[in-house]
């Protein structure tokens, strides 16, 4: 069964930092490329930032570039998503997604992930 569990959500101030992780089981998850995405209410999903598991290439939102880092335990089958100087418009439900046909690099788009698998999301909340 495939799996993508996200954790590390929660309350923050502005200017905190919180490191979220996903753990992936029940498929080939060096052969994948590992997205984080996040949706805030009313608004539509966005990419966040991206591993390629294969090649190791990432990618940043801009909006994140800086403040984020991603990175990838390709042994404990998790990617981690570093988050620091939280601000209050980083506040949205993060998901994990895997994408199986990437290639070289990794893409933010969601749509690229809706063929493969999504894991349930960790809700980020950052206040001013």
């Known amino acids: 069964e495939v799996q993508l569990q996200a954790s590390g959500g929660g309350l923050v101030q502005a200017g905190g930092y919180l490191r979220l992780s996903c753990a992936a089981s029940g498929f080939t998850f060096d052969d994948y490329a590992i997205g984080w995405f996040r949706q805030a209410p009313g608004k539509e999903r966005e990419g966040v930032s991206c591993?390629?598991?294969?090649?190791?290439?990432?990618a940043y939102k801009y909006s994140v570039k800086g403040r984020f880092t991603i990175s990838s335990d390709n042994a404990k089958n998790t990617v981690y998503l570093q988050m620091n100087s939280l601000k209050p418009e980083d506040t949205a439900v993060y998901y994990c997604a895997a994408d199986g046909g990437s290639g070289d690099g990794c893409s933010l788009s969601p749509i690229i992930y809706d063929k493969d698998y999504w894991g349930k999301g960790t809700q980020v909340t950052v206040s001013r």
């Open positions: 591993i390629n598991n294969s090649d190791g290439s990432t």
